[in-house]
């Protein structure tokens, strides 16, 4: 199991955490997702390191930008 979190830029609000935690949720192997709209940060929980590539792929799709793991 593994648990990283990532700081991810352009979320305001209740929209932007159910769309991140339902386009990061469909990764194969992620087994939760956690969106902390104050701090700026989504927590992945999955089966093996997360492809840190994929993960920013989906958010900026959804209209996010990840800038990282947060420290």
Do not use: F, N, W
Not at 28 to 38: E, I, S
């Amino acid at each position: 199991m593994s648990i990283t979190t990532y700081a991810v830029a352009g979320m305001s609000c209740g929209h932007c955490k159910a769309t991140l935690t339902k386009v990061i949720g469909e990764l194969d192997g992620v087994t939760d997702v956690g969106v902390d709209l104050a701090t700026g940060q989504v927590t992945v929980t999955s089966a093996a390191e997360p492809d840190d590539a994929l993960v920013a792929e989906v958010v900026d799709e959804a209209g996010y930008e990840l800038t990282g793991r947060a420290a």
